[in-house]
Nanobody, 122 residues
């Protein structure tokens, strides 16, 4: 059974930093690209970042480029999202997703975590 669990959310002031983690079990982690999404009530889920199976290719939404960095540790089955220079508009529930194959291009998503809340105050 595949489990995807996010952690590391919380409340922070604007300009601060947070590091999210996502651990996936029950699958061969390094077979799959991994993505971070975020969602606020009444809005569509937005893909924030994606990283390929080996970690040497990443994608970022324009809204976070230059501030967020995604990485992975395949030995630990863990995905990370380092978020710096946070803004109030980054406030959202953040979700980790397992891509259906090893690359971010044309991605579909097989498994999702429950989410971790990030709140940025001004």
């Amino acid at each position: 059974q595949v489990q995807v669990v996010e952690s590391g959310g919380g409340s922070v002031q604007a300009g601060g930093s947070l590091r999210l983690s996502c651990t996936a079990s029950g699958l061969t982690f390094d077979n799959y690209a991994m993505a971070w999404f975020r969602q606020t009530p009444g809005k569509e889920r937005e893909r924030v970042s994606c990283i390929n199976w080996s970690g040497d290719s990443t994608y970022y939404a324009d809204s976070v480029k230059g501030r967020f960095t995604t990485s992975r540790d395949n030995a630990k089955n863990t995905l990370y999202l380092q978020m710096n220079s946070l803004k109030p508009e980054d406030t959202a529930m953040y979700y980790c997703a397992v891509v259906s194959w090893g690359y971010c291009a044309g991605a579909s998503y097989n498994y999702w975590g429950q989410g971790t809340q990030v709140t940025v105050s001004s």
